[in-house]
């Protein structure tokens, strides 16, 4: 608690504050009721046919195939990509590993592309590099971070100069659109996550996002143990488990029917933090004026003159509080103390013991722009259920860091 005399500044949450937990509606448990009331309660039904429907809408592309997760959608797409063993597939560095899982699954090598400041994503002028440096490559895997949509464009530009494929990693961005166009669809193939905490859920599951027809109907027998059409189990082609459940699409049915509602949320609580906190040393995660983020998680980012001293071993993390200072160690712990979930920057996959081994590219040498905001960043409670009241003791515990 933060105390001053016998006055108690900073109330303890009572209940724990979440970073982004699930925001259900009622909708939701109607569309399972009717997955057990048919009794398609498995891998076939309306359910995942509507919600594919839905996706399809909503996003403005051509095919959308139900899957177990984003990391299986991801997965579906490096193999429709292409990726094979020994292959070079650029990647966002600055992600969550289930953007890069995939490509080792099919024994590919990712080489690390370092991110750019105005939305912390790939940075176009670094992948250029990477190609100069690894012509051979065929794949690309962009990543839109905690919502932001990266430099689609440049990006995509760079990738049809170069005769790559891109697959964008939308599955923290669903409903973020760059220049009004909705992210999801700037790749070949791309993926979308309901994973938990992202801005809808289903409990878990994930889509693969393609306007190729054949594409989708591979990835969809891919996802069904590759069954081919024929009067027994006949597999012409290594098969999977991935198809989404009946029960699961239900709960996506009645999430999306709020998802504007879920992003709008997202947006306030930005907003909130960036009025809250403008007289701090710190920037909020930036997003440039042709782009509408789906504001997923509010992030801060410390002045370097005003970060205490933080050190980070691989397991552990210490700092040494300074008057006026703070970094993302401090304020995570204060966050905790008081019953709330903060959390770090992802950690970059260059600075990964898994992927120590793996190329990293950066724009200007001896410059890492992941590991800067790894290291000044960190991520606030963003859960769109928290009260104005709860947010603006979030900011207090923020501002007493310092
Ligand atoms: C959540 C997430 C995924 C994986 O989605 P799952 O549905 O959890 O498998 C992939 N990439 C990024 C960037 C994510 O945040």
Redesign the pocket.
Known sequence: MLVQGDRILIEKFEKKLWLSSPTMHGEEQEFVKLAFDTNWVSTLGENIIKLEEVICDYLGCGYAVGLS???SS?HLAMKLAGVKQGDIVLCSDL??S??VNPVTYEGGIPVFIDSEYETWNMDPVALERAFEKYPEAKVVVV?NLYGTPAKLDEIRAICDKHNAILIE?A??SLGATYNGVMTGTFGTYNAI???GN?IITCS?G?MLITNDKKAADKARKWSTQSREMAPWYQHEDVGYNYRMSNIIAGIGRGQMLHIQEHIEGKKRVYKLYKEGLKDLPITMNPYPDNCEPNFWLSCILIDRDSMCEQSRTEHEASFVSGDGKSCPTEILENLIKYNAEGRPIWKPMHLQPIFKDNDFVTAVDEVEVSTDIFERGVCLPSDIKMTKEQQLRVIEIVKSSF
Do not use: Q
């Open positions: 997760s984003g990391t991801l992600t969550f289930a953007s990543a990693d599955a923290e996550s309901f994973n992202k878990t994930g």
